[in-house]
């Protein structure tokens, strides 16, 4: 009885919260690293996660195989969470931000508007949970320089609330 008791607890330690992330793979690029026996090769996965209730991240791993790769990703990216403030399913101003030669712009948008975005920041707004936003890329086409600069958008956005209190 003391042993299915153990087990028990053992199981409901291990319960997984990875149901609540949403998944997306941004972009997946083999690459070369060359060594004095010749060429390896390996795979480099950029994913990007989030709960759609204000939370996104982005990892960007290697591997051996595709698979490998995108699981290191996923792990980076449950590490490196960013907190998006909202108002009314939208962002509380505009933003542009750069980081590195991409530039990103961000507008709140009316409702029912909804995610007005091209390429791979489209995906970050979404797995946000932003509902009613507009975004252009300005800056390099880089899929991976353009979601560092949103989720860096996205961080750099203040809560309405905490400005007033600031000010005050």
């Known amino acids: 009885m003391a042993e299915e008791r153990r087990t028990r607890n053992r199981d409901n330690r291990h319960e997984r ?12 690029a083999r690459v070369t690293r060359v060594m004095a026996g010749g060429k390896r090769m ?34 980076a990216a449950k ?10 399913d939208t962002i509380p101003a505009r933003i542009v931000v750069k980081f590195k030669a991409a530039r990103v712009l961000l507008k709140p948008a009316r409702k029912g508007t909804g995610v007005i975005a091209g390429g791979a ?4 707004l ?3 949970g932003v509902k009613n936003v507009v975004a252009k890329i300005l800056g390099s086409k880089s899929k991976i320089n353009n979601v560092r600069a949103a989720l860096l958008a996205l961080e750099r956005l203040k809560d309405p609330r905490q400005l007033r209190e600031m000010r005050k």
Do not use: P
């Open 42 to 75: 390996s795979f480099r996965a950029c994913v990007v996660i989030g709960d759609r209730k204000g939370h996104v991240g982005m990892g960007l791993k290697k591997g051996a195989d595709v698979a490998v790769a995108i699981n290191k990703a996923v792990v």
């Open 17 to 28: 919260k990875d149901d609540e992330f949403g998944q997306k793979l941004i972009d997946i």
């Open 121 to 124: 920041i489209r995906a970050v």
């Open 126 to 128: 979404d797995l946000a």
């Open 79 to 88: 590490k490196s969470l960013v907190a998006v403030h909202m108002v009314d």
